[in-house]
């Protein structure tokens, strides 16, 4: 079992840049994938980005492709979501999620089995 905790969020302008972290504590965090989520008011929770641990694979929502890049430290234990070229649509709260075992990019959020609890990203025009 892993239990996550989001940082970084934060009121930027578009355009500008952030780095989420996705801090884990637990037992071989090095065997779960990581997964961003986000859900916007009014919105369903939608798949951002996901990187698999048994090879590194990334996945990555249309929308957010060429301007986000997932990434992991196992020796730290902590997930990360680089930010850039922020849009006002990328306003959303933003949740880090994962799974163990065999992982072929599934985009569904059913798909994950721990959640953090959210970090708020407003993107100012």
């Known amino acids: 079992q892993v239990q996550l905790v989001e940082t970084g969020g934060g009121l930027v302008q578009a355009g500008g840049s952030l780095r989420l972290s996705c801090a884990a504590s637990?037992?071989?965090?090095?065997?779960?994938?990581l997964a961003w989520f986000r859900q916007a008011p009014g919105k369903e929770r939608e798949f951002v980005a996901a990187?698999?641990?048994?090879?590194?694979?990334?996945y990555y929502a249309d929308s957010v492709k060429g301007r986000f890049t997932i990434s992991r430290s196992n020796a730290k234990s902590t997930g990360y979501l680089q930010m850039n070229s922020l849009k006002p649509e990328d306003t959303a709260v933003y949740y880090c999620?994962?799974?163990?075992?065999?992982?072929?990019?599934?985009?569904?959020?059913?798909?994950?089995?721990?959640w953090g609890q959210g970090t708020q990203v407003t993107v100012s025009s």
């Open positions: 999620a994962a799974v163990s075992g065999p992982y072929g990019g599934g985009r569904t959020s059913e798909r994950f089995d721990y």
């Open positions: 637990g037992r071989f965090f090095s065997r779960y994938s």
């Open positions: 990187v698999a641990w048994s090879d590194g694979s990334t």
